[in-house]
């Protein structure tokens, strides 16, 4: 396999990917509540392809505040997830090599902190924990302990308390008469093929 950056192509691919690992219940995760409607952050949404170029994993980071420091500023960061790998190629070191590489781009363009929502004994690897994040809250239900950091600046969550909150920017909004229009003909030609 081999690490990519997603491109416009491999949405369908991603999206259908994650319907299978994860199901509807993503939808309703507090993690969502910060994506929806958002782009990923510039660059970081990455892609495992297979040796035909078929997507078998997906990771994006979001820009995120991470509530105010104690001067009332705005703490920066990144959310990371959704995390995903085919089930056809568990265990063959691809979550890790996506996570690797998104954390390595992300300090790469400077960003100074990244958060996420995952198990710790399985983020812990790659330097993630729960010790600057405890008074940090989601937009909706969450487990404590499941919510995690790491820094990759010294520093970047000192501080940081309060609400995580989306910052990134908004991604285009389709214009609801255009997707009618294309459904109504696609069922036309279904139609008349049938």
Same mark, same amino acid.
């Given at each position: 396999f081999t690490i990519d950056r997603e491109n416009a192509g491999d949405v369908v691919a991603r999206e259908r990917l994650l319907d299978r690992v994860m199901g509807e219940a993503r939808f309703r995760k507090s993690s969502e509540k910060l994506r929806r409607g958002r782009l990923p952050a510039e660059g970081l949404a990455l892609v495992a392809r297979d040796a035909d170029g078929h997507v078998i994993g997906t990771v994006r980071?979001?820009?995120v505040e991470a509530g105010v420091d104690a001067d009332g500023n705005?703490?920066?960061a990144l959310l990371l997830g @959704?995390?995903?790998v085919d089930c056809q190629h568990e265990g063959r070191g691809i979550g890790g090599a996506l996570m690797r590489a998104a954390i390595t781009e992300a300090r790469?363009?400077?960003h100074g902190a990244v958060l996420l929502v995952g198990d710790p004994e399985?983020?812990?690897r790659f330097g993630f924990s729960g010790h600057k994040t405890g008074a940090l809250w989601m937009p909706g239900p969450f487990e404590r302990r499941r919510l995690l950091g790491r820094e990759l600046i010294a520093g970047a969550l000192d501080g940081a308390r309060g609400m995580i909150a989306p910052t990134g920017p908004l991604a285009?909004? @389709?214009d609801l008469n255009v997707l009618v229009r294309?459904?109504?003909s696609a069922d036309r030609r279904r139609r008349a093929g049938a």
């Open positions: 980071l979001w820009n705005a703490v920066p @959704p995390l995903a790469d363009r400077g399985y983020y812990e285009a909004t @389709p294309q459904a109504c």
